[in-house]
Nanobody, 124 residues
Framework: QVQLVESGGGLVQAGGSLRLSCASSGRFFSSHAMGWFRQAPGRERDFVAAINWKGDSTTYADSVKGRFAISRDNARNTVFLQMNSLKPEDTAVYYC?????????????????WGQGTQVTVSS
């Protein structure tokens, strides 16, 4: 089992940036694909970005392409989400997740381990 702890959320003005981090305490971090999802009030948990086990292949939701970037540091068991040009509609709880897969996957059911989430609020 992979245990995940997110950090880096907060309140930011529209157009600003935040960098989320997700630290894993599991043994198998480097063999898992990692992803970020988000959930706004009253909405389902939606895919944001994913990265493969090696860190050289990524995939993004259309709504964040060109603004967000996912990366990972397997030596530190950590995955990051750099969020730039933030918009009020990016406001949500952001969750880090681990999938027992080597390739970057975007399906919510592909992910078996989840963090507790970190709140991101973008003011207009």
């Amino acid at each position: 089992q992979v245990q995940l702890v997110e950090s880096g959320g907060g309140l930011v003005q529209a157009g600003g940036s935040l960098r989320l981090s997700c630290a894993s305490s599991g043994r198998f971090f480097s063999s898992h694909a990692m992803g970020w999802f988000r959930q706004a009030p009253g909405r389902e948990r939606d895919f944001v970005a994913a990265i493969n086990w090696k860190g050289d292949s990524t995939t993004y939701a259309d709504s964040v392409k060109g603004r967000f970037a996912i990366s990972r540091d397997n030596a530190r068991n950590t995955v990051f989400l750099q969020m730039n040009s933030l918009k009020p509609e990016d406001t949500a709880v952001y969750y880090c997740a681990a999938a027992p897969a080597l390739e970057a996957v975007s399906g919510r059911d592909d992910y078996k381990d989840w963090g507790q989430g970190t709140q991101v609020t973008v003011s207009s």
